[in-house]
T-cell receptor, first 113, second 111 residues
Framework: NAGVTQTPKFQVLKTGQSMTLQCAQDMNHEYMSWYRQDPGMGLRLIHY???????DQGEVPNGYNVSRSTTEDFPLRLLSAAPSQTSVYFCASSYKSGSYEQYFGPGTRLTVT | GQSLEQPSEVTAVEGAIVQINCTYQTSGFYGLSWYQQHDGGAPTFLSYNALDGLEETGRFSSFLSRSDSYGYLLLQELQMKDSASYFC????????????WGLGTSLAVNP
């Protein structure tokens, strides 16, 4: 199993550009989520999904969109990048029931200039 | 609001025992998880407590007191590789996979 994969690992954007961060998991997990982590901070939930076709907002959803067309993939779209979105983005997945462990991808380090 | 408080930094020596505390104020509390994160890496799961008491997993143990809204992570026989950040995260009762995270405790293990 590859676990949770994220691409790209690093990205530099100019203000106003859009892009999609990719996340995929091969563990057949129903639950997937996106977090951002800023220096010295904990993780803040952006969006999450409890299954294909179902998404919901987390704590800091503004400026981001998600969709979940398959169990495996959960892309995060930045609509119009702003310097405040400079952060490390982590995707995570887990089963919807049973074990509470969340599995994290390696992260995408995004800089918006 | 919802918040979790944990110390920002802890220092210990190899072989010692260290306790990292976490107090929480969350509506609809379901359980408490602990994660480890090395610099530049992804968080990795350590433990989960839903009921009061101690859960032991090797050198690491985690404790929860729901009446005190308090938990801690206990690390024994510290090794240099335990130097990392440790996060407590509260599970939401409405969606028990939804987490609110503390700001993390940076643990430095010295020789």
């Amino acid at each position: 199993n590859a676990g949770v994969t994220q691409t790209p690992k690093f990205q530099v954007l100019k203000t106003g550009q859009s892009m999609t961060l990719q996340c995929a998991q091969d563990m057949n997990h129903e639950y997937m989520s996106w977090y951002r982590q800023d220096p010295g901070m904990g993780l803040r939930l952006i969006h999450y999904s409890v299954g294909a076709g179902i998404t919901d907002q987390g704590e800091v959803p503004n400026g981001y969109n998600v969709s979940r067309s398959t169990t495996e993939d959960f892309p995060l779209r930045l609509l119009s990048a702003a310097p405040s979105q400079t952060s490390v983005y982590f995707c995570a997945s887990s089963y919807k029931s049973g074990s509470y462990e969340q599995y994290f991808g390696p992260g995408t380090r995004l800089t918006v200039t | 609001g919802q918040s979790l408080e944990q110390p920002s930094e802890v220092t210990a020596v190899e072989g010692a025992i260290v306790q990292i505390n976490c107090t929480y104020q969350t509506s609809g509390f379901y359980g408490l998880s602990w994660y480890q994160q090395h610099d530049g890496g992804a968080p990795t799961f350590l433990s989960y407590n839903a009921l009061d008491g101690l859960e032991e997993t090797g050198r690491f143990s985690s404790f929860l007191s729901r009446s005190d809204s308090y938990g801690y992570l206990l690390l024994q026989e510290l090794q240099m590789k335990d130097s990392a950040s440790y996060f407590c995260a509260a599970h939401n009762a409405g969606n028990n996979r939804k987490l609110i995270w503390g700001l993390g405790t940076s643990l430095a293990v010295n020789p």
